[in-house]
């Protein structure tokens, strides 16, 4: 279903909104492989819950990629966070300070209105190293085993 290209930049996902591999169909997915290696622990500490705060930029797209990481990390028992618009840091500062195992700041920088883009962070509020970049990479293709429908995360608008 996944391409098989490598998905990951110097920072984070980027390309076209509504085009590869900005769809909400992929978008799903890597809310779900990231949902997964959550509730591993590969992400995440066990000290911490299985929380994901996510802001955004104000590009129209970034609503339909905020929902869909929302459905996909959802399905895999994630409760996430909306914070709306915020400055790239302010992800970063919010997610150790709230005490989140991820961090995911929707935005493209400086790039054209019509693309956009996706960035992790880690509990510690940095950016994701790259051998948990490549175990996300790792996860789109292979089957999700998603929660039973009491175990669904959920989503909270701050």
Known sequence: MIKDTKLFGTDGIRGTSNQYPMTPEVVVKIGQAIGYLIRKKIISSPSLANKVVIGKDTRL?????EQALS????????YVQLVGPLPT???GYLTRNMRAAAGIVISASHNPFEDNGIKFFSSLGTKLPDDIEHAIEEELDKPMDVMDSVDLGRVKRI
């Open 61 to 65: 797209s970034g609503y339909m990629i």
């Open 71 to 78: 459905s996909g990390l959802n399905s895999m028992g994630i």
């Open 89 to 91: 840091p302010g992800i």
